[in-house]
């Protein structure tokens, strides 16, 4: 959630670069203003109030000491008649106050001045690509096919135990699945992140806090009879650890990671480009969370992406890093990067993750603060990224890797999986 002390920093430059992620409803940012300034002459009245309630509840004593008792009574009905105002204003404060964050959380993160301007994926502003993309025979077959033909995923038996969009990984499929997570997780964890099992529900406030709801609501799986969400991304839990607390700055970084299944309904999503591991509604992956300090997030930023071009350069995947235009960023982040590895057997790029700055936004939801060296509150800085994503991994894996003889395993994955090739 945006603060308002950033929009009145410069109205017309919030307006400019909420436009940039070509959001709509600007007059919000000029309703989220006045509120303000109703707010803030709410608050002035208030105290203001209470400071005369304050002083002449020291003047009833003084006149019943000196025996004035009829002064004494008109003074404590004059305090009555006063908090019966107070409380209107009390109210009229709270009110004007609820109305203001209902406005602030209809508006998105404000971007990094950095962010390429356009409207869809096709403007994002691509920043590195390798040079060595893979060229198959002919007879090459997608990851669908070649996960039949050596009984590594089962979509058929999938689709029947759940529904479309799910799938069933067995034999060498489910180790090369297990090894990629133990090897992401084995990464990350040599990196300096504490691992963490989350839960995979989580209630209203966790969602609200990362800018899941209202933003993803129709996204995400719903347990109507307990009020909880299954998660979309471990980001969320794990995010949520410190919600509501004020940390000490020579605490932070606060590093973790996490594996989790992930769900998403993927509603409207059809046609050949989601067939097989392309987009499904339960997936794997490892996260990487950071909470740091707000000088110090963009450094982390570029850290978090050296990470992931790590791991996909140890599995010897092509890929390309892609900084997002402002039109297919998402509600919550000020800047992201995307993973996208290249697919030879379908000849596109799948995009395997997202690296992203929340800036303030989150923990400004969230209520996670830390304490300077000045014992000064200031709000932390949050990072996630996809550390990775598996279904597109082993999709990419699959079809990139294949021989005659079979499918090549990265040197980096044998020792997890026990064999050269499957």
Sequence with gaps: ?????????????????????????????????????????????????????????????????????????????????????????????????????????????MPHETVPTGNSAEEN??????????????????????????????????????????????????????????????????????EIVPPLLVNEASAFGTGSLPDKEGQMYYVTEDDLYLIPTAEVPITNIHRDEILEEKDLPKKFTGYTPCFRREAGSYGSHVRGLNRVHQFDKVEIVQIVHPDKSYQVLDEMVKHVEGL?????????????????????????????????????????????????????????RFK??????????????SALALARIIACLLENNQTEEGIIIPEVLRSYMKCDTI
């Design 125 to 194: 502003e691509v920043v590195f690509t390798v040079t060595d993309i893979p060229t198959l025979s002919d007879d090459a077959l997608p990851h669908w096919d070649l996960a039949n033909k050596y009984g590594l995923i089962d979509f058929e038996t999938g689709a029947k135990i759940s529904g479309a969009g799910f799938v069933l990984f067995k034999g060498k499929g489910a180790l090369l699945q297990r090894s990629l997570i133990n090897f992401f997780l084995d990464e990350a964890t040599a990196a300096g992140y504490q």
């Design 312 to 368: 996909l350069k140890k599995l010897e995947l092509p890929y390309r890093i892609l900084r997002l235009c402002g039109g297919d960023m998402s509600f919550t982040s000020a800047l992201t990067y995307d993973f996208e590895v290249y697919s030879a057997a379908q000849k596109r790029w799948l995009e395997v993750s997202s690296v992203s700055n929340f800036e303030s936004f989150q923990t400004n939801r969230l209520k996670m």
């Design 372 to 385: 300077d060296e000045q014992n000064n509150k200031q709000l932390c800085h949050t990072l996630n990224g």
């Design 1 to 109: 959630m945006l603060l308002v002390s950033d929009i009145r920093a410069d109205i017309e430059l919030a307006k400019k670069r909420l436009a940039k992620k070509n959001f709509k409803e600007l007059e919000l940012v000029d309703k989220a203003v006045s509120l303000d300034d109703q707010r803030k002459a709410a608050q002035t009245t208030r105290d203001a109030l209470l400071a005369q309630r304050n002083e002449l509840s020291k003047k009833v004593g003084d006149y019943y000491k000196s025996g004035d008792k009829a002064g004494g009574d008109a003074l404590k009905a004059q305090i009555n008649e006063l908090k019966e105002t107070i409380s209107k204003e009390e109210d009229h404060f709270n009110e004007v106050t609820k109305q203001l964050e209902e406005v602030l959380v209809l508006l998105p993160n």
